[in-house]
């Protein structure tokens, strides 16, 4: 089984920066593709980054210049570091990761909130 762990939510005026941090423990053979994804209320969960093992990255328009994903695959920790940030990316964001653990499965966080105030 695998684990996901976030860290790093919490609240920021507009225009503010966050440092969200996800890490993977259990049992782990290999980690694929890391990523986050956000949902608003009322919303479907959307993309909002993911990378590959070997650093290959895509980023929703929304974010795209404002948020930067990067990874530590010593560590099975991704990151996504938050810039500008605008009110309309207040949402609980959720990590997740394509993991091989006997078989490939996508694994997910328990979520951590961001909310912006304008």
């Known amino acids: 089984q695998v684990q996901l762990v976030e860290s790093g939510g919490g609240s920021v005026q507009a225009g503010g920066s966050l440092r969200l941090s996800c890490a993977a423990s259990g049992s782990i053979f290999s980690i694929n593709t890391m990523g986050w994804y956000r949902q608003a209320p009322g919303n479907e969960r959307e993309l909002v980054a993911t990378?590959?093992?070997?650093?290959?990255?895509n980023y929703a328009a929304s974010v795209k210049g404002r948020f930067t994903i990067s990874r530590d695959n010593s560590k099975n920790t991704v990151y996504l570091q938050m810039n500008s940030l605008k009110p309309e990316d207040t949402a609980i964001y959720y990590c997740?990761?394509?993991?091989?653990?006997?078989?490939?499965?996508?694994?997910w966080g328990q979520g951590t909130q961001v909310t912006v105030s304008s």
């Open positions: 990378i590959t093992r070997s650093g290959s990255t």
């Open positions: 997740i990761a394509h993991a091989y653990s006997g078989t490939y499965n996508d694994y």
